[in-house]
């Protein structure tokens, strides 16, 4: 049984550049109106139609509303949506049509009015080509023209200010339709009705953030520090609890741990959170500091790309990538790399599972027992490799048509356990006869090498959130499916995707889940590691704190200092 702990548990003036060092003062103990939150890596955008990373995704659910509020109900395993924006929602007997009735008197910060007709606009931004969004094919089963675009006429109308109704091309299940469309995250079209598509990811930095959440954005100094202050305006679920929060960029994982222990930040989230071996040290030596797991929500995954890369970028062309494009090799892989003794040596045991598809161990209901479950074999690795036609060189590194097995694992800065992981992946091939170099890229330069398929293989990862979001994460056209970052292709998993987004019994609904997962194991698009608990790092002093396996800042509204 995997245990769970919380240890019971001013400023100081400091020069991080923003980075690294620190020079410390007597701690203001009567600061309570600002709540300063330590992270890794700065955000890639504040604009819904934009965001990629999970915790921009998060901060931007403080800002911009959102029809419901999804929540994760432990004890029933379950995903439950709340009201938000929306206060109501019914769907048809067929799963053709879909209404959502607003709340009345919503407001933008700005004090423009809420209504539908911003859900309806920013759909149509969503879904244009020229913005490129990664949440564009999540309105691929509107209605459509009969040339194949979206007939956004009929497919989306607002009758009122108050009523937003959708109608699909083919039956869709309610769960599927509350997740994706929640996840759209509407602008205000107030703002951004004259800037074209096309301008609005060149404009991001110059374009006002405009929300209606419990937060506004009042400071955001890129690779520093973004300040949300509480929007008086919001009704969403009403103005955030502290007068200010900031998140302060902090490559540097021990200077994210000192500044904690010393008051400088009053949170540490992210990359991983708190190592476990630094959160037992905390428990005699820092009462002041409490530690909450956030579980079965993060997974850390090897991608290796499935195509070529450079081919590609150069003219479009989609060819087998030369080493990893075999499903042996990917399966060998899986079997060389030790992921007990990363877990053993960095995570400990009782905070992370080995995983073998992308599936979170919180939905054991749906769980696919595998016949096997590749254990650390080397002997196996190598036979598979040898079966693909990869043989011993003369330096002793495998070659195959004079080439040899070579690559490069990538992984972001400032995330010890995907450091400490990638050291270890590197031994484990070495001993099988793969020479494996190692590259740390700063996270911005690393989501943009992933997405345009500069690496041959990365350490990353993704967050569960709810079970909807595993459909996004696959699908052969790759360029509509931003997070298939191996850019995987496989025609049945694309059915079964198609199918675990419509209607379908209890029956039906588990054996596509099933099948889901058995491709996935496989394939082994990914190299999946472990599903790992995050550590966060709280200062005693903030209260009501809730995390959610959905988010870390599931209710950082209501947080407060005291």
């Not at 949506?81 to 959502?100: H, K, N, Q």
């Not at 423009?112 to 309806?120: K, R, V």
């Not at 400490?420 to 099988?432: G, H, K």
Request: a negative charge; proline letters at 7%.
């Amino acid at each position: 049984m995997r245990t769970r702990f919380f240890l019971l548990p001013l400023l100081l003036l400091f020069c991080i550049g923003m980075t690294t060092s620190c020079t410390k003062t007597a701690p203001d103990t009567h600061r309570n109106d600002h709540i300063r939150v330590g992270v890794a890596a700065d955000f890639d955008y504040l604009n819904p139609l934009l965001i990629q990373l999970s915790l921009s995704r998060e901060v931007c659910t403080l800002v911009f509303p959102t029809l419901a509020k999804p929540s994760h109900n432990e004890s029933a395993g379950t995903i439950e949506f709340l009201p938000a924006a929306a206060e109501r929602w019914e769907f048809s007997a067929d799963g053709m049509t879909a209404r959502f009735f607003l709340k009345e008197g919503l407001t933008w910060e700005d004090g423009h009015p809420l209504t539908a007709d911003d859900f309806a606009f920013s759909y149509r931004l969503y879904a244009d080509p020229a913005v490129a969004s990664t949440r564009q094919h999540y309105l691929q089963d509107l209605l459509k023209k009969p040339d194949g675009t979206i007939d956004f006429e009929t497919a989306v109308q607002t009758h009122d200010s108050q009523t937003l109704m959708l109608r699909f091309s083919q039956p869709m299940a309610p769960e599927i339709i509350l997740d994706h469309f929640n996840d759209l995250m509407p602008v205000a079209k107030h703002v951004f009705k004259d800037i074209a598509p096309g301008d609005i990811r060149s404009l991001a930095a110059e374009t006002p953030v405009i929300g209606a959440g419990p937060f506004k954005v009042s400071k955001w100094r890129r690779q520093q520090e973004l300040v949300l202050a509480s929007n008086p305006m919001s009704q969403l679920p009403a103005p955030a609890a502290s007068p200010f929060m900031s998140f302060i960029v902090i490559p540097e994982y021990t200077t994210r741990l000192t500044m904690l222990k010393s008051g400088q930040i009053d949170a540490m989230i992210s990359a991983g959170g708190i190592n476990p071996k630094d959160a037992e040290r905390l428990v005699t030596t820092n009462p002041a500091i409490v530690i909450r797991p956030l579980e079965d929500r993060y997974f850390d995954s090897v991608v290796w790309l499935n195509i070529d890369g450079a081919a590609y970028r150069a003219t479009g062309e989609v060819l087998p990538h030369p080493l990893f494009g075999d499903r042996k090799v990917r399966q060998a892989m899986t079997f060389a790399i030790d992921r007990q003794s990363i877990i053993d040596g960095f995570i400990g045991p009782d905070h992370a599972r080995i995983v073998n598809t992308s599936l979170s161990p919180a939905y054991q209901a749906i769980e696919w027992k595998a016949p096997h479950t590749y254990p650390y074999d080397p002997r196996k690795a190598s036979e598979l490799l040898a079966e693909a036609g990869w043989t011993p060189g003369p330096d002793g590194i495998l070659a195959r048509n004079g080439q040899r097995f070579s690559f490069t694992l990538a992984a972001p800065v400032g995330n010890p356990r995907r450091n400490y992981a990638a050291t270890i992946i590197q031994e484990n091939l070495r001993q099988i006869g793969i020479e494996c170099n190692l590259r740390i890229d700063e996270n911005l330069v690393f989501l943009k090498n992933q997405n345009e398929y500069r690496y041959d293989a990365a350490l990353s990862g993704l967050a569960a959130e709810t079970l909807p979001f595993q459909l996004i994460i696959w699908g052969s056209d790759f360029r509509k499916h931003t997070f298939n970052s191996s850019a995987f292709q496989h025609e049945e998993l694309d059915r079964v995707l198609a199918r675990l987004q419509k209607p379908a019994t209890q029956e039906e609904h588990l054996g596509s889940w099933h099948r889901y997962q058995e491709i996935l194991h496989e394939e082994q698009p990914r190299t999946f590691l472990y599903y790992y608990d995050e550590l966060e790092g709280f200062r005693r002093s903030v209260r009501n704190v809730r995390l959610n396996m959905l988010s870390t800042l599931y209710n950082a509204h209501e947080w407060r200092i005291y």
